[in-house]
Protein backbone atom coordinates (compact mmCIF):
# COMPACT_ATOMS: atom_id res chain seq x y z
CA UNK A 1 0.00 0.00 0.00
CA UNK A 2 2.93 2.27 0.58
CA UNK A 3 4.76 0.69 -1.98
CA UNK A 4 2.88 2.08 -5.38
CA UNK A 5 0.70 0.32 -7.53
CA UNK A 6 2.96 -1.87 -9.45
CA UNK A 7 5.68 -3.86 -8.88
CA UNK A 8 7.46 -6.13 -11.64
CA UNK A 9 9.26 -9.27 -11.07
CA UNK A 10 12.81 -9.68 -12.05
CA UNK A 11 13.72 -12.95 -11.17
CA UNK A 12 11.49 -15.52 -9.80
CA UNK A 13 8.17 -16.08 -8.87
CA UNK A 14 7.74 -12.33 -6.78
CA UNK A 15 7.75 -14.43 -3.46
CA UNK A 16 9.82 -15.08 -0.30
CA UNK A 17 9.02 -17.98 2.30
CA UNK A 18 10.09 -17.49 5.38
CA UNK A 19 9.29 -20.58 8.41
CA UNK A 20 7.91 -18.79 11.76
CA UNK A 21 6.54 -20.87 14.89
CA UNK A 22 7.02 -23.72 12.84
CA UNK A 23 4.88 -22.96 9.70
CA UNK A 24 5.71 -21.72 6.39
CA UNK A 25 4.73 -18.37 4.68
CA UNK A 26 4.65 -17.28 1.48
CA UNK A 27 5.31 -13.07 1.19
CA UNK A 28 4.83 -10.81 -1.22
CA UNK A 29 6.44 -7.76 -1.94
CA UNK A 30 2.99 -5.52 -0.29
CA UNK A 31 2.50 -7.65 2.63
CA UNK A 32 3.84 -6.93 5.62
CA UNK A 33 6.53 -9.09 7.88
CA UNK A 34 8.36 -8.92 11.05
CA UNK A 35 11.64 -8.66 9.68
CA UNK A 36 13.27 -9.87 13.62
CA UNK A 37 12.61 -13.95 13.46
CA UNK A 38 13.85 -14.74 16.04
CA UNK A 39 12.17 -12.00 18.27
CA UNK A 40 8.65 -12.69 16.00
CA UNK A 41 8.71 -16.48 17.35
CA UNK A 42 8.48 -14.97 20.99
CA UNK A 43 6.06 -12.25 20.62
CA UNK A 44 3.40 -14.60 18.74
CA UNK A 45 4.33 -17.52 22.05
CA UNK A 46 3.64 -14.49 24.11
CA UNK A 47 0.36 -13.36 22.52
CA UNK A 48 -0.81 -17.15 21.94
CA UNK A 49 0.14 -17.82 26.23
CA UNK A 50 -1.83 -14.26 27.11
CA UNK A 51 -4.74 -14.86 24.64
CA UNK A 52 -4.99 -18.28 26.91
CA UNK A 53 -6.09 -21.00 24.18
CA UNK A 54 -7.18 -24.14 26.22
CA UNK A 55 -10.21 -26.26 25.23
CA UNK A 56 -9.33 -25.96 21.20
CA UNK A 57 -13.19 -24.64 20.48
CA UNK A 58 -12.10 -20.81 21.27
CA UNK A 59 -13.51 -18.58 17.73
CA UNK A 60 -10.80 -16.42 17.34
CA UNK A 61 -10.74 -12.92 14.98
CA UNK A 62 -7.17 -12.42 14.04
CA UNK A 63 -7.80 -8.33 13.14
CA UNK A 64 -4.93 -6.60 11.03
CA UNK A 65 -3.96 -10.10 10.17
CA UNK A 66 -1.91 -9.65 7.53
CA UNK A 67 -0.26 -12.58 5.51
CA UNK A 68 -1.98 -14.29 8.31
CA UNK A 69 1.33 -15.26 11.11
CA UNK A 70 -0.85 -14.64 14.45
CA UNK A 71 -4.22 -16.57 13.63
CA UNK A 72 -2.31 -19.17 11.82
CA UNK A 73 -0.06 -19.86 14.66
CA UNK A 74 -3.44 -19.31 17.08
CA UNK A 75 -5.07 -22.14 14.99
CA UNK A 76 -3.35 -24.93 16.16
CA UNK A 77 -4.55 -24.27 19.52
CA UNK A 78 -8.00 -22.75 18.75
CA UNK A 79 -11.47 -24.47 17.02
CA UNK A 80 -11.84 -21.71 14.53
CA UNK A 81 -9.70 -18.76 13.03
CA UNK A 82 -11.04 -15.72 11.14
CA UNK A 83 -8.61 -13.28 9.78
CA UNK A 84 -9.73 -9.92 8.95
CA UNK A 85 -7.45 -7.50 6.37
CA UNK A 86 -8.13 -4.27 4.34
CA UNK A 87 -4.58 -5.15 2.28
CA UNK A 88 -5.81 -7.07 -1.00
CA UNK A 89 -2.26 -8.69 -1.56
CA UNK A 90 -2.25 -9.76 2.27
CA UNK A 91 -5.52 -11.40 2.17
CA UNK A 92 -4.40 -13.60 -0.87
CA UNK A 93 -1.22 -14.18 0.80
CA UNK A 94 -2.79 -15.89 4.04
CA UNK A 95 -5.28 -17.89 2.04
CA UNK A 96 -2.25 -19.26 0.25
CA UNK A 97 -0.24 -19.75 3.40
CA UNK A 98 -3.48 -21.27 5.01
CA UNK A 99 -3.52 -24.46 2.40
CA UNK A 100 -0.09 -24.60 1.94
CA UNK A 101 0.45 -25.44 5.69
CA UNK A 102 -2.67 -27.71 5.50
CA UNK A 103 -4.45 -25.37 8.76
CA UNK A 104 -8.39 -26.43 8.01
CA UNK A 105 -9.98 -24.22 10.53
CA UNK A 106 -9.09 -20.89 9.34
CA UNK A 107 -10.12 -18.82 6.95
CA UNK A 108 -10.12 -14.77 6.22
CA UNK A 109 -12.93 -12.31 5.44
CA UNK A 110 -15.88 -11.32 7.52
CA UNK A 111 -16.33 -7.90 9.39
CA UNK A 112 -16.41 -7.65 12.66
CA UNK A 113 -19.70 -5.24 13.25
CA UNK A 114 -21.47 -8.23 10.79
CA UNK A 115 -20.78 -10.94 12.81
CA UNK A 116 -21.91 -8.73 15.91
CA UNK A 117 -25.28 -8.39 14.03
CA UNK A 118 -25.42 -12.00 13.05
CA UNK A 119 -25.16 -12.68 16.82
CA UNK A 120 -21.95 -14.24 16.29
CA UNK A 121 -19.62 -15.49 19.32
CA UNK A 122 -15.60 -14.75 19.33
CA UNK A 123 -13.27 -15.79 22.36
CA UNK A 124 -10.58 -13.99 21.12
CA UNK A 125 -9.32 -11.33 18.91
CA UNK A 126 -5.85 -10.48 18.17
CA UNK A 127 -5.30 -7.21 16.83
CA UNK A 128 -1.59 -6.00 15.45
CA UNK A 129 -2.94 -2.62 13.72
CA UNK A 130 0.00 -0.25 11.90
CA UNK A 131 1.85 2.38 13.84
CA UNK A 132 -1.12 5.07 13.30
CA UNK A 133 -3.38 2.08 15.78
CA UNK A 134 -7.02 1.30 15.25
CA UNK A 135 -9.98 3.58 14.52
CA UNK A 136 -13.02 3.93 16.69
CA UNK A 137 -14.86 2.35 13.96
CA UNK A 138 -13.04 -1.17 13.87
CA UNK A 139 -13.11 -0.54 18.22
CA UNK A 140 -16.87 0.11 18.61
CA UNK A 141 -16.92 -2.82 16.30
CA UNK A 142 -14.68 -4.90 18.30
CA UNK A 143 -16.94 -3.83 21.70
CA UNK A 144 -19.95 -4.70 19.99
CA UNK A 145 -18.76 -8.45 19.41
CA UNK A 146 -17.84 -8.72 23.35
CA UNK A 147 -14.68 -10.66 23.13
CA UNK A 148 -13.71 -12.45 26.20
CA UNK A 149 -10.14 -11.58 25.68
CA UNK A 150 -8.28 -9.26 23.38
CA UNK A 151 -4.52 -8.90 22.66
CA UNK A 152 -3.99 -6.04 21.19
CA UNK A 153 -0.10 -6.28 19.43
CA UNK A 154 1.38 -2.79 19.19
CA UNK A 155 4.77 -0.85 17.29
CA UNK A 156 3.42 2.47 18.84
CA UNK A 157 2.61 2.53 22.38
CA UNK A 158 0.68 5.94 22.47
CA UNK A 159 -1.64 4.71 20.10
CA UNK A 160 -2.12 1.48 21.45
CA UNK A 161 -3.05 3.84 25.06
CA UNK A 162 -5.05 5.32 22.88
CA UNK A 163 -7.09 2.47 21.81
CA UNK A 164 -6.96 0.63 25.20
CA UNK A 165 -8.61 4.09 26.91
CA UNK A 166 -11.39 3.06 24.54
CA UNK A 167 -11.53 -0.35 25.60
CA UNK A 168 -11.62 0.67 29.10
CA UNK A 169 -14.21 3.01 28.78
CA UNK A 170 -16.66 0.33 27.16
CA UNK A 171 -16.28 -2.45 29.43
CA UNK A 172 -13.25 -3.91 29.13
CA UNK A 173 -9.96 -3.88 31.54
CA UNK A 174 -6.67 -4.07 30.74
CA UNK A 175 -5.14 -7.16 32.64
CA UNK A 176 -1.43 -7.54 31.36
CA UNK A 177 1.12 -5.56 29.16
CA UNK A 178 4.44 -7.22 28.23
CA UNK A 179 7.04 -5.37 26.07
CA UNK A 180 9.14 -6.83 23.09
CA UNK A 181 12.12 -6.33 22.03
CA UNK A 182 11.83 -6.08 18.09
CA UNK A 183 14.87 -4.19 17.12
CA UNK A 184 17.79 -4.10 19.84
CA UNK A 185 19.89 -1.11 20.10
CA UNK A 186 17.12 1.03 19.01
CA UNK A 187 13.89 3.16 20.31
CA UNK A 188 11.29 0.96 19.13
CA UNK A 189 9.58 -2.24 20.82
CA UNK A 190 6.32 -3.87 20.12
CA UNK A 191 3.95 -4.09 22.98
CA UNK A 192 1.22 -7.36 23.65
CA UNK A 193 -1.17 -5.78 26.22
CA UNK A 194 -4.23 -8.19 27.52
CA UNK A 195 -7.47 -6.66 27.55
CA UNK A 196 -10.53 -8.58 29.07
CA UNK A 197 -13.67 -7.89 28.92
CA UNK A 198 -15.36 -7.28 32.63
Same mark, same amino acid.
Given at each position: ?? @???Q???? #???????????G???????? %??Y?? /??????????????????????????????????????????????????????? &?????? /? %??? +???? +???????????????? /????? #??? $? $????????? @?? %?????? $?????? &??? +? $?????????? @??N +????V??????????????????A?????
Open positions: MV @LGDEKVL #FGKGTIIDNLCLEFEISAK %SFQI /NPVQTEKLYQKAIEMANLIDGEETVVDAYCGIGTIGLVASQKAGKVIGVEFNKDA &VRDAIR /N %SKH +NGVK +NASAGGFMMQMAERGE /NVDVV #FMD $P $PRIGSNEAF @LS %SLVELK $PKRVVY &VSC +N $PETQERDMKY @LV +NGYEKRIQPVDMFPHTVHCETLLIERI
